[in-house]
């Protein structure tokens, strides 16, 4: 079992939805969870950093993070067609320094 | 602007080759990495390294080499020992003093076996 669990997708939705993204871990020691946008054949870009449990917005984009479930989401409101990449969800506990441990990604699709 | 610089953008590779990919960074980050991206997949750590001369190995090290001679510079050779090595790979970045506030990534090598 990966440490790190995302749904591949892809996930289409139609302009101006809610995309809801999410992924499990099992390592309880994480502390330091992140989401990461990539476009085609790009390096992937830091959207969000949350520590610990608790939500953060920033613009459409909102984090949440349960460590008693052992689960982080990401929502992306009012979705564009710009929002179309795979998202990378990742985490670190304090003890492993500045290792990140990825998950899979997840692709998403907005339609016009 | 500050940022990570992966060259070449393509490569190809014959059977039988090493190949060097590099990879420079400007933001004055303690520690650099190496991943590579298989179609779908997510990012598996190939080498990792936290200060100039020093690095360990990541997940899936066995026929990758690296060096880590300035703090600027952290080149990844793949070998003729690495089997199946057409990939993306990605060069990221981190200060060790915000270690956790996430990497800068540059915007890969995607290598070819022909």
């Given at each position: 079992q990966k440490e790190v669990e995302q749904d591949p997708g892809p996930l289409s939705v139609p302009e101006g939805a809610?995309?809801?993204?999410?992924c499990t871990y099992s390592n309880s020691a994480f502390q330091y969870f992140m989401w990461y946008r990539q476009y085609s054949r790009k390096g992937p870009e830091l959207l969000m950093y949350t520590y610990s449990s608790g939500n953060k917005e920033d613009g459409r984009f909102t984090a949440q993070v349960d460590k008693s479930s052992k689960y982080i989401s990401l929502f992306i409101r009012d979705s564009q067609p710009s929002d179309s990449a795979t998202y990378l969800c990742a985490m670190s506990a304090e003890a492993a320094g500045n290792k990140l441990t990825f998950g899979g990604g997840t692709r998403v699709l907005v339609k016009p | 602007d500050g940022g990570i610089t992966?060259?070449?953008?393509?490569?190809?590779?014959?059977?039988?080759?090493?190949?060097?990919?590099?990879?420079?960074?400007?933001?004055n980050h303690d520690a650099m990495y190496?991943?590579?991206?298989?179609?779908?997949?997510?990012?598996?750590l190939i080498y990792?390294?936290?200060?100039?001369n020093d690095f360990q190995k990541?997940?899936?090290a066995e026929g990758y080499s690296v060096s880590r001679e300035?703090?600027?510079?952290?080149?990844?050779?793949?070998?003729?020992?690495?089997?199946?090595?057409?990939?993306?790979?990605?060069?990221?970045?981190s200060s060790?003093?915000?270690v956790n506030y996430g990497y800068t990534f540059g915007s890969g090598t995607r290598?070819?076996?022909v």
């Open positions: 809610i995309v809801s993204l999410n | 992966q060259s070449p953008k393509y490569l190809f590779r014959k059977e039988g080759q090493n190949v060097t990919l590099s990879c420079e960074q400007n933001l190496w991943y590579r991206q298989d179609p779908g997949q997510g990012l598996r990792y390294s936290q200060i100039v990541g997940d899936i300035k703090k600027e510079s952290f080149p990844l050779t793949v070998t003729s020992a690495q089997k199946n090595p057409t990939a993306f790979y990605l060069c990221a970045s060790w003093k915000q290598l070819t076996v």
